[in-house]
């Protein structure tokens, strides 16, 4: 996604300044519980926050959780794609990979 804002400079034209927005896909792991959680999010500690809150339905339950593992994506649609990938059979293979890396114990 594209954010734009319009800058007057000293001459009296306008020019625009793009700033491209970057996301993060995110691994969360729950100690306690032993589960994974796979999103991906503009600002990962706020939504890491929002988890810990219980504000989403879908983690309350085996809170509290860390981030264990993040990538930053340029955009959207790649993020989204990367998110889908995590939550797929061989994303879920690769996030053993990675917990075994960390020596995460799932």
């Keep these: 996604m594209v954010e734009r804002a319009k800058l007057f400079n000293i001459i ?3 020019f625009s300044i793009v700033r491209l927005k970057k996301y993060k896909v ?3 792991f729950s100690d306690l519980h032993k ?3 796979v999103g991906f999010s503009e600002d990962s500690e706020r939504r890491l926050q929002e988890h810990n809150s219980g504000k989403v339905a879908s ?3 085996y809170k509290p959780w860390r981030i264990v ?3 930053e994506i340029d955009n959207y649609s790649q993020a989204r794609r990367r998110e889908l990938y995590y939550k ?3 994303g879920r293979r690769k996030i053993k990979s990675i917990f075994d890396e960390l020596k995460i114990h799932s």
Excluded: D, P, V
């Design 12 to 14: 009296g034209g306008y």
């Design 88 to 90: 797929s059979g061989a």
């Design 69 to 71: 593992y993040e990538e």
């Design 35 to 37: 589960k994974t959680y």
């Design 26 to 28: 995110y691994i969360l």
């Design 59 to 61: 983690t309350e339950k």
